[in-house]
């Protein structure tokens, strides 16, 4: 098998004025500046990453997809970055208005269970691992109770770890989890 690294020779040259990167979703990225004798590891929407300094990454938004919320930063972090809430939303609850999909691996952790909430109003699977996706999801409460849409709150294709997490249902009412591999840490309960 051939590499699926890109190489390119620049000569003398020691930068890269621009470089455009065309996807198959049809999104674009452009880059400018950049050095020469460097492997970059590029994502879409998000650009250079190196997985060898990971990042932390906070939400600071209970709602919407604007920056600081959860599903932008989801969405902008780097395979490797951790995802925090900002102590400022403690005892607050995020609200998913949309479904958030997960094609990254990531961890993201609360504050601690019933002290971090996560809830949604969409109706479908509030968050969405992809298949081959491993995901940490930790310190926190998923809140699945009889208000919400019908629907799966998690629907697991990847490898989902659960770490000191709540997930809290009404009584009566379904625990609405699509779990593929599913690992439960120390400290994890299901209330009903």
Not at 48 to 65: A, F, I, K, Y
Not at 70 to 96: F, K
Not at 102 to 128: E, H, Y
């Amino acid at each position: 098998m051939n590499s699926l690294n890109a190489h390119f020779g620049l000569g003398v040259d020691e930068l890269v004025d621009s470089l455009i990167l065309y996807w198959p979703s049809g999104e674009t990225d452009l880059y400018q500046n950049l050095r020469a004798d460097q492997f970059l590891t590029l994502h879409e929407g998000i650009g250079p990453c190196d997985c060898n300094d990971p990042q932390v990454q906070t939400v600071e938004e209970l709602t919407g997809n604007g920056v600081g919320s959860l599903p932008y930063v989801v969405n902008h972090a780097c395979p490797c970055d951790t995802i925090r809430i900002a102590e400022s939303l403690m005892n607050d609850t995020i609200v998913l208005a949309e479904r958030l999909l997960i094609g990254k691996d990531l961890v993201i952790k609360g504050l601690g269970a019933q002290k971090s909430w996560i809830s949604t109003t969409t109706n479908t699977p509030a968050i969405r691992i992809q298949p081959g996706i491993q995901c940490t999801i930790a310190d926190l409460t998923l809140d699945d109770d009889a208000t919400m849409p019908p629907t799966y709150l998690i629907e697991n294709a990847g490898m989902l770890t659960l770490s000191n997490v709540t997930i809290a249902t009404a009584p009566g009412h379904p625990l609405r989890l699509r779990i593929g591999s599913l690992v439960l840490d120390t400290g994890t309960v299901i209330v009903k």
